[in-house]
């Protein structure tokens, strides 16, 4: 039966049109036999979808615009048939929700994985971390492409050639010229053009990012946020390398994650186009955020210089 009284709510939310009154009515039209349990949105909110806590074991998980509704069903139904070949939790999917109570998307419920997000200050062996991310990037790609989802709109075109945005990235060259080495960054850019990828597609996540890496003691726990996953190129995963790791855990994720050069000079120009994307975006008003994606461009670019 529905809940008799409100319910309490960790903080103002409504994003998006979505709150989590939104979310309490559709589980009680939808899935009654979870009516009553508290709906709280998350502590750490992504952009894609609105996350909520439902009770204490599990989560539900709204998309945010059209544009992600497709990873809905497409994480519905493949990451049961991942989980069993890779090393750490994924998110475990109980429910797919229908559009309803004025919402238009499919939504989902999953169960929590406990952990918190992999922030460098909880981890103390960062190059042990980094071995045991690429030994997730390297799971991911054993297991069977039979089937599973081209990369495309779908992933954010993760997975296909960086080209699909060789104009943005060109754009942002073009606005940011007082602010990088342009002419440093457009060879990383025309270099990961270049290397064409040849290979039988595999298995990507699209976004391996502290954000969807979740830590216990340390260790790496959990992968969550498989939206932009797919079968394709996996160059999109080696991302990481320059947006969490350097010195000796980039060396250490190099080595372990075992990609070919042409793989890694397209990686480059994925963390390329993001950082200067989010530079010439949102990044441009928070100063410490500015400061991270010009220290990914420099990066990038020695990376670049030491082994393209």
């Known amino acids: 039966m529905p809940s ?72 519905h139904h493949w990451l049961p048939r991942l989980a069993p070949s890779l090393p750490v939790p994924v998110p475990p999917v109980l429910a797919l929700g229908a559009p309803g109570e004025g919402y238009p998307f499919p939504w989902s419920v999953r169960r929590w994985l406990p952990g918190e997000t992999a922030a460098r200050g909880r981890i103390d062996d960062l190059p042990g971390f980094a071995v045991a991310v690429a030994g997730f990037v390297r799971a991911l790609q054993r297991c069977d492409p039979a089937g599973g989802p081209e990369a495309g709109a779908h992933s954010w075109y993760r997975g296909a050639s960086p080209a699909y945005y060789d104009g943005e990235t060109r754009r942002c060259l073009a606005a940011l010229e007082e602010r990088v080495d342009t002419g440093g960054a457009l060879a990383v850019w025309e270099a990961a053009l270049a290397a064409e990828w040849r290979g ?45 790791f350097d010195g000796e855990s980039r060396q250490a994720f190099r080595d372990a994650v075992r990609q070919d050069a042409g793989t890694w000079a397209r990686a480059r120009g994925w963390a390329l186009w993001k950082a200067l994307l989010n530079l010439t975006g949102d990044a441009g008003g928070d100063p410490a955020r500015a400061a991270n994606e010009l220290r990914v461009v420099d990066a990038v670019l020695a990376d670049h210089d030491a082994f393209g």
Not at 29 to 43: D, I, T
Not at 224 to 241: E, H, N, Q, R, W
């Open 200 to 244: 039988a597609p595999v298995w990507f996540h699209g976004d391996i990012a502290s954000g969807n890496l979740l830590v216990r003691d340390g260790e790496l726990a959990a992968v969550i946020d498989f939206g932009t996953s797919g079968v394709g190129d996996p160059a999109c995963d080696l991302v990481i390398a320059w947006g969490m």
């Open 4 to 75: 008799s009284h409100p319910r309490p709510h960790a903080h103002p939310d409504g994003r998006a049109g979505i709150d989590a009154a939104l979310v309490e009515r559709l589980i009680d039209a939808q899935f009654p036999r979870w009516s009553g349990l508290p709906v709280v949105p998350v502590e750490i909110d992504g952009w894609d979808n609105r996350t909520y806590r439902l009770g204490d074991a599990m989560t539900v998980r709204l998309p945010t615009a059209a544009g992600y509704v497709p990873a809905v069903e497409k994480e």
